[in-house]
């Protein structure tokens, strides 16, 4: 048995009341939140105390959707001329790098990104895998990359039909009962698949078959750029969602991302099967794509969740992403704040509780105990009027002082203690280099 009891915090605890405490303390004891608000430390044993100094203290952030693999793309240039589409940038950068990694690779590039993750505040990461040279056992690797750094996660495997039809389905069938028949929450897992431009019709028969056996939800991207509109219409003569709903695909443990281009009908789709859709804002900026209609989504009664995409993983930066997209978008001073925080802090949190046995998203007793000590004491009040204020224009630029996750501290002033930083760093930077060897 261990306790844990964090002093002095300045808490938002997002829990059903929003209650916050100006001096506050959290007891936690073998991985659960027992008790939170004005405690006397008297009665919270605990084997340490972590004196918060009137920090803010939140209960950790959630990415619900990254691409850990991504993480050796960091400074590297691909060869031949820049990519003038979409399509080009999947093909020039994306599918040359998955395709260049080993099973190390994918273990590395999984543990840096959730060392950054750890860094940001981020303790539960939903993925979204793809490493064709190695994919059976890959998600084994990735799992033990969360391991190592102390992280939850929901993993799939990303099946496509790029390099030969169905590649991935039994790892996603052999992970999904893994997780399924293991008593440890940690992992979870869901059936992934790429993009329906990649997806033939025998092979998201196969998926759906598959995934009903094992009743299990997809993730899958959907629609993020006109070309997966435009395939998808040429080849089978249907609208994306219209296609995957006649498969079974949508539901209530399903993620849908990024819907940059679909239309009122597919988003009344998402919602009358209680379907996720996760907006990824920064990524959709970055490959010159369109706005992403989280708005529009939220009036349908989409649940939105919000990820990085592999661009980053800092889930607070793409809160703010989405709603500046959205005020250039609509030229709106007005629009959009509001609904990105609460999708970071609440529907993501909700997004979890459909695909992990243990409640997370806030610090209240009986939740997971993943909590974010940031270095940021507020000079200005925190309430729940002004909690989003400081979340967007200040606790973003913050440092994390000290995450702990599952009970664990895995970031103790700013480092991580667990891990031997110097020794990852070194395999890491010769392993980039050799992947980047291979692809030019
Ligand atoms: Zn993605």
Not at 182 to 211: I, K, P, V
Not at 348 to 376: K, M, W
Request: aromatic share 6%; proline share 4%; net charge negative.
């Amino acid at each position: 048995m261990s306790a844990l009891l964090i002093t002095n915090g300045y808490l938002a605890t997002l829990d059903e009341a929003n209650r916050f405490f100006e001096n506050g303390a959290i007891h936690i004891e073998d991985g659960q939140i027992i008790a939170v608000g004005d405690l006397d430390a008297g009665t919270c044993p605990a084997d340490r105390t972590i004196d918060a100094g009137g920090k803010l203290v939140m209960p950790g952030l959630i990415n619900a959707h990254h691409h850990l693999y991504s993480t050796f793309a960091r400074g590297f240039t691909p060869p031949g001329p820049p990519s003038s589409n979409f399509e080009e940038n999947l093909k020039n950068l994306w599918w040359k790098l998955d395709m260049a990694l080993d099973s190390e690779d994918v273990y590395y590039s999984a543990l840096l990104a959730l060392m950054d993750s750890a860094r940001a505040g981020c303790t539960t990461v939903i993925d979204h895998h793809a490493s064709p040279s190695c994919s059976d056992g890959s998600l084994d690797e990735v799992e033990r990359a969360f391991r190592d750094v102390g992280l939850s996660g929901c993993l799939c495997y990303e099946v496509s039909d790029r390099n030969q039809d169905g590649e991935g389905i039994e790892e996603n069938e052999r992970y999904i009962r893994k997780c399924r028949d293991s008593d440890d929450a940690q992992m979870a897992a869901l059936f992934g698949m790429h993009a329906s431009m990649t997806l033939g019709t025998r092979t998201l028969e196969r998926c759906a078959e598959a995934a009903q056996d094992l009743d299990t939800g997809f993730h899958v991207h959907v629609a993020e750029d006109e070309i997966d509109v435009r395939l998808t219409r040429e080849r089978f003569g249907q609208r994306v969602m219209d296609r995957f709903a006649d498969f079974g695909i949508p539901g209530h443990k399903s993620i849908f991302v990024h819907g940059t281009c679909l239309e009122p009908g597919e988003m009344d789709l998402l919602h009358s099967t209680d379907s996720i859709l996760v907006n990824n804002p920064e990524s959709n900026m970055n490959n010159g794509l369109g706005v992403s209609p989280f708005l529009e989504m939220l009036q349908h009664g989409v649940t939105v969740g919000v990820g990085t995409d592999g661009i980053s993983s800092h889930p607070i930066s793409q809160a703010r992403a989405m709603y500046l997209h959205q005020r250039a978008e609509h030229r709106d001073p007005t629009v959009a704040f509001a609904e990105a925080c609460e999708i970071l802090l609440k529907n993501n949190s909700q997004i979890c509780n459909r695909l992990f046995a243990e409640p997370r998203g806030a610090l209240a007793t009986g939740q997971l105990a993943d909590v974010v000590i940031h270095d940021y004491v507020p000079y200005t009040p925190v309430d729940a009027d002004t909690l989003f204020g400081h979340l967007m224009f200040g606790v973003g630029f913050s440092r994390v002082e000290t995450t702990i996750a599952r009970g664990i501290v895995i970031v103790d002033a700013g480092h991580l203690p667990g891990l031997d930083e110097v020794a990852i760093r070194a395999n890491c930077t010769e392993r980039a280099r050799a992947i980047w060897a291979r692809i030019n």
